[in-house]
């Protein structure tokens, strides 16, 4: 029964969820704490420092470690597919619609004008990061390096995080 | 099937190596979705960017199904979004059952004090790279420039700016693609295009609020006294305008 509600409250909450990210954050708080109590703040804290440290989207990984807290392996899979369910229905339509008519001038015509701003979004985003990520010297050091190793070497990024990832350990521990 | 095989392992290694969330995919996707497995275009990725994010749910998790599904039809839709969500669900499961012991670590806090900046620059690389093939144009860069204000220094939230900027894309940039898929546009259809263009931006600039409004007239005369002056063809016009760009 655990795992039905699971699936469905998480549903919700990734229905309406709109913008990814952080923009989930009040909603799973509603939901989650206030609603159903399934969790307390501060372990909804720890959860929010834990998704910063791991892989994959916040909305994703709360919904994994809230559903293994309530009802183990199950629930994670229950929670996680719930949160995953609505934006998979809705990107199917829309990518069907996408590809059907993507060649109509008027819809040409769209995708032109919203091309720039999706390029300003991913601009505001590495923006956005610079203040949590700038703390020190050594910040700007490794982004400037990442950035050239991107430019002028063709660095694939996954490459560029590890690398990243042991030049933190021997810079700060 | 190895079709399929590909494409899980291709999102496996882009969600085990997404920290950030959201956008910090971006990059990886990039590289190897559209450099390295060709699976879709320059544009058409920059496209499905915008349609994820118009749509609730995860962009990195809109972004997978939208990969597969064009790639590899409903089938390919699950196999992207298992593959970019499964790293992250195991790594959260040893979280939670490990949950005491794991979260102080020093060497994570200091492998991410390195990764957070390398971040950055991936995240600002691809906005960098998509930007070369969104903005061709005078009138693309006045958009940019517009949506970025709106989003960076007035925090208007992403849906209403990607919205907007479709709406005014509609209404600036429709005529040119109606004469491009014209078969043979003789010089008064142009000069009715012309005219229509002109009238459209002029008429929308009034119900259209917020600072992405002012984007109308700008644009919309600049492309009318260009064709108009110039009398060359729709496409050359594009063309010179975007080698003016990319000088700058």
């Known amino acids: 029964m655990i795992v ?29 704490i206030q609603a159903h109590a399934w969790l307390t703040m501060k372990e909804f804290m720890d959860i929010i420092a834990i998704a910063e440290m791991t ?11 809230v559903g293994y807290k309530l009802g183990g392996v199950a629930g994670a899979a ?37 091309r720039p701003a999706v390029t300003a979004l991913i601009a505001a985003a590495a923006i956005s990061l610079i203040r949590a990520a700038f703390v020190d010297v050594a910040g700007p050091v490794i982004a400037v390096a990442v950035l050239v190793g991107m430019f ?22 | 099937m190895r079709l399929l095989l590909q494409m899980f392992w291709s999102f496996f290694k882009i969600g085990a190596f997404t920290f950030g969330g959201g956008y910090a995919m971006v990059p990886l996707i990039q590289k190897e979705v559209v ?17 994820a994010q118009t749509a609730p749910g995860p962009v990195a998790v809109n972004t997978s199904v939208f990969v597969g599904y064009k790639t590899a039809g409903f089938v390919g839709a699950i196999v992207a979004v298992l593959g970019a969500t499964l790293p992250s669900f195991l790594v959260i499961l040893a979280v939670a059952i490990f949950f005491s012991e794991i979260r102080h670590l020093p060497a994570a806090e200091a492998a991410f004090g390195g990764v957070r900046p390398a971040v950055v ?102 492309g009318a006294s260009r064709r108009g ?20």
């Open chain 1, 4 to 32: 039905l509600q699971l699936f469905l409250t998480f549903a919700k909450i990734g229905l309406f969820t709109f913008g990814g990210g952080y923009a989930m954050i009040p909603l799973i708080q509603k939901e989650i």
């Open chain 1, 55 to 65: 892989p994959g989207p916040v909305a994703v990984n709360s919904a994994t470690f």
């Open chain 1, 78 to 114: 229950a929670a996680t597919v719930g949160v995953v369910f609505p934006s998979f229905v809705i990107i199917v339509v829309f990518a069907t619609l996408f590809l059907k008519y993507k060649d109509a001038p008027a819809v040409k015509a769209v995708f032109k004008g919203l």
């Open chain 1, 152 to 173: 002028k070497f063709d660095l694939n990024p996954i490459l560029a995080i590890v690398l990243a990832a042991v030049a933190g350990i021997v810079i700060y521990l």
């Open chain 2, 35 to 51: 450099d390295a497995r060709k699976w879709v275009g320059n544009e058409e990725f920059i496209d499905m960017l915008g349609l």
């Open chain 2, 121 to 222: 620059a991936l995240v600002a690389g691809a906005a960098y790279k998509i930007g070369k093939t969104a903005i061709r144009e005078v009138r693309g860069v006045i958009l940019g420039a517009l949506a970025l204000v709106a989003i960076a220094v007035f925090d208007i939230h992403p849906i209403p700016v990607i919205v907007g900027s479709a709406a005014i894309g509609y209404f600036v940039f429709r005529r040119d693609f109606e004469v491009e898929a014209g078969a043979q546009p003789n010089a008064e259809a142009d000069a009715k295009a012309k005219a229509n263009t002109n009238a459209d931006a002029k008429a929308q600039s009034v119900p259209r609020l917020g600072p992405e409004g002012e984007a109308d007239d700008s644009p919309g005369a600049r």
């Open chain 2, 229 to 248: 002056s110039a009398g060359v063809r729709n496409e050359d016009g594009l063309r010179d305008q975007d080698k003016v760009v990319d000088k700058q």
